[in-house]
Antibody, heavy 116, light 108 residues
Framework: EVQLVESGGGLVQPGGSLRLSCAASRFTFSNYWMSWVRQAPGKGLEWVASIKQDGSEKHYVDSVKGRFTISRDNAKNSLYLQMNSLRAEDTAVYYC?????????WGRGTLVTVSS | EIVLTQSPATLSLSPGERATLSCGASQSVSSSYLAWYQQKPGLAPRLLIYDASSRATGIPDRFSGSGSGTDFTLTISRLEPEDFAVYYCQQYGSSPRTFGQGTKLEIK
């Protein structure tokens, strides 16, 4: 089955760091732009970042620029999100999604909670 | 940044009825780069429509999208019980990609 599986979420203090991972299976990962989209508890969806197939182009929403870094390892069929200087407003379920503009495959998400 | 406003916030209908969901953009969406997603509680969103009117793989033909410029519509021709969910529009014609706030489609 074609799928994306996120991991790495958890509870972190404000100012802390966390690295999310996304494992892709049963499709040619290296052929696709990949993205992270988040959803705060009880709220709507917010695009966070996207990365080109070869990692040469990356886009970020303004609120995470300079704090979050998207990366990928095509040999491991994996997508990553390094999150530094975390804030309470970064609390959300983080979804890995296939695509750079619209998103045709989503993982089940991993919850990140930023709280002291 | 393009702001998307979805209406109504909540739509109460019965199975078998027709649903019409609207998405208005604060600026023209380039090349009709607009998508619609369905999200059920506790689950990830599912892509329904992209490029304003193209159905994603496996999506039933009771779902259709239309519109251009600043006004877009998702129509569900005849509601099935599994269609009751939250629906989001998303534009990807300009960065940042942005989503609407969602329309909750509930059973009347």
């Amino acid at each position: 089955e074609v799928q994306l599986v996120e991991s790495g979420g958890g509870l972190v203090q404000p100012g802390g760091s966390l690295r999310l991972s996304c494992a892709a299976s049963r499709f040619t990962f290296s052929n696709y732009w990949m993205s992270w989209v988040r959803q705060a508890p009880g709220k709507g969806l917010e695009w966070v970042a996207s990365i080109k197939q070869d990692g040469s182009e990356k886009h970020y929403v303004d609120s995470v620029k300079g704090r979050f870094t998207i990366s990928r390892d095509n040999a491991k069929n994996s997508l990553y999100l390094q999150m530094n200087s975390l804030r309470a407003e970064d609390t959300a379920v983080y979804y890995c999604a296939r695509g750079g503009w619209h998103f045709d495959l989503w993982g089940r998400g991993t919850l990140v909670t930023v709280s002291s | 940044e393009i702001v998307l406003t979805q209406s109504p916030a909540t739509l109460s209908l019965s199975p078998g009825e027709r649903a019409t969901l609207s998405c208005g953009a604060s600026q023209s969406v380039s090349s009709s780069y607009l998508a619609w997603y369905q999200q059920k509680p506790g689950l990830a969103p599912r892509l329904l429509i992209y490029d304003a009117s193209s159905r994603a793989t496996g999506i039933p033909d009771r779902f259709s999208g239309s519109g251009s410029g600043t006004d877009f519509t998702l129509t569900i021709s005849r509601l099935e019980p599994e269609d009751f969910a939250v629906y989001y529009c998303q534009q990807y014609g300009s960065s940042p990609r942005t989503f609407g706030q969602g329309t909750k489609l509930e059973i009347k």
